[in-house]
């Protein structure tokens, strides 16, 4: 008999542009200790659906129905005071590009001290940043904290990235394309770290793309979103042929 783990999060929203809508009565869950990778083309609402459940999509002009509960909580209706004590503490966020989402003038033991204080107001223990960045393959040394995050390589910027988003040891790490400005083998290394987080730390992890080999490499579950809709939901293998019905080519491609 298989016993069902505890869903870290659940939901079913809808999410608009004004008059447009983007996603339609999008249902889904992600239980404790699972990956499950979101895939879809280029407009399909994936990032969307990324920021609805972040509590974000307003920031972009969007608007979001529904509900969304995680560990038992609903977050559609709390505060931005609420939602402040939610993100980077029980929901981590690792976005596409370093670039983009890192302050490249800020030294990196900044950016750790500032996520740190973010939702604590004592300070960070003794030697608990060196375990941080060497859980996620970076250096400890003076001289890498002393870098600005400018300095920095993609490489290097995407697992300060992830560094941060577990900081607080999240119960979910959403992750919107977190590989696809990467070359093959930085790829390689951060889905085989995502992974790491999952088994090590139990981590539920929200994994989304467009690249059906790297999410048939670390999910548990894949779910398709065409036009706004989950249209098939399963296994990687069980998904293979019905991901041909929604991308011209994806059939073609082998797991």
């Known amino acids: 008999m298989t016993v069902?783990?505890?869903?870290?999060?659940?939901?079913?929203?809808?999410?608009?542009?004004?008059?447009?809508?983007?996603?339609?009565?999008?249902a889904g869950h992600i239980a404790a200790n699972e990956i499950v990778a979101l895939v879809g083309l280029s407009g399909s609402g994936k990032s969307t659906l990324a920021l609805?459940?972040?509590?974000?999509?307003r920031y972009r002009g969007g608007e979001v129905t529904g509900s969304i509960v995680l560990e038992g909580s609903e977050?559609?209706?709390?505060?931005?005071?609420?939602?402040?004590?939610?993100?980077?503490?029980?929901?981590?966020?690792?976005?596409?590009?370093?670039?983009?989402?890192?302050n490249d003038r800020l030294r990196v033991e900044t950016l750790l001290e500032e996520t740190w204080r973010a939702h604590s107001a004592t300070k960070?223990?003794?030697?608990?940043?060196?375990?941080?960045?060497?859980?996620?393959?970076?250096?400890?040394?003076?001289?890498?904290?002393?870098?600005?995050?400018?300095?920095?390589?993609t490489g290097q910027g995407q697992r300060l990235l992830i560094a941060l988003a577990i900081m607080h040891q999240p119960a979910l790490l959403i992750a919107d394309e977190?590989?696809?400005?990467?070359?093959?083998?930085?790829?390689?290394?951060?889905?085989k770290l995502f992974q790491q987080l999952n088994q090590r730390d139990g981590t539920a992890i929200l994994f989304?793309?467009?690249?059906?080999?790297?999410?048939?490499s670390i999910s548990h579950r894949v779910e398709?979103?065409?036009?706004?809709?989950?249209?098939?939901?399963?296994?990687h293998e069980q998904l293979l042929l019905a991901s041909g019905r929604y991308a011209e080519g994806w059939g073609n491609l082998k797991f």
Do not use: N
């Open 4 to 26: 069902e783990k505890a869903r870290v999060l659940e939901f079913r929203i809808s999410a608009r542009y004004g008059a447009r809508e983007v996603l339609r009565e999008v």
């Open 52 to 57: 609805s459940l972040l509590r974000l999509l």
């Open 75 to 102: 977050l559609i209706g709390k505060s931005d005071r609420e939602m402040r004590a939610v993100l980077g503490k029980r929901i981590g966020y690792v976005p596409q590009s370093p670039a983009s989402a890192l």
């Open 124 to 153: 960070a223990p003794d030697g608990f940043f060196t375990k941080l960045l060497d859980s996620v393959q970076l250096p400890q040394g003076p001289d890498f904290l002393r870098q600005s995050a400018g300095q920095l390589s």
């Open 178 to 191: 977190p590989i696809s400005a990467l070359d093959a083998i930085t790829q390689a290394s951060v889905l």
């Open 208 to 216: 989304i793309s467009h690249d059906l080999l790297s999410i048939a």
């Open 224 to 235: 398709i979103l065409h036009e706004g809709r989950i249209v098939e939901s399963g296994t």
